[in-house]
């Protein structure tokens, strides 16, 4: 199967991207970490963390815990 075979799902709720969207925003944890929603589509979420000080860990990179958030997340 290509990508080209699959098809989106489609959502149950008709307004699923608007409560996708405030669920996120309800998130605290997600302001904090500076996360934010790029693309919400049926079977489809992109979620994009900047790099900084406050997510990285001792050796200077991305901590595994951030990381692990935004996956729960999505």
Known sequence: MTAADRTSPTPANPDFEAHVRASFAA??????????LVTVEPGHVVIE?????AVSQQ??????G????IGDTA
């Open 27 to 36: 998130q605290g944890l997600m302001a904090t970490l500076g996360a934010r």
């Open 66 to 69: 951030a990381i692990g958030a």
């Open 49 to 53: 963390m900047p790099f900084s000080a």
């Open 59 to 64: 050796q200077g990179l991305f901590h595994g």
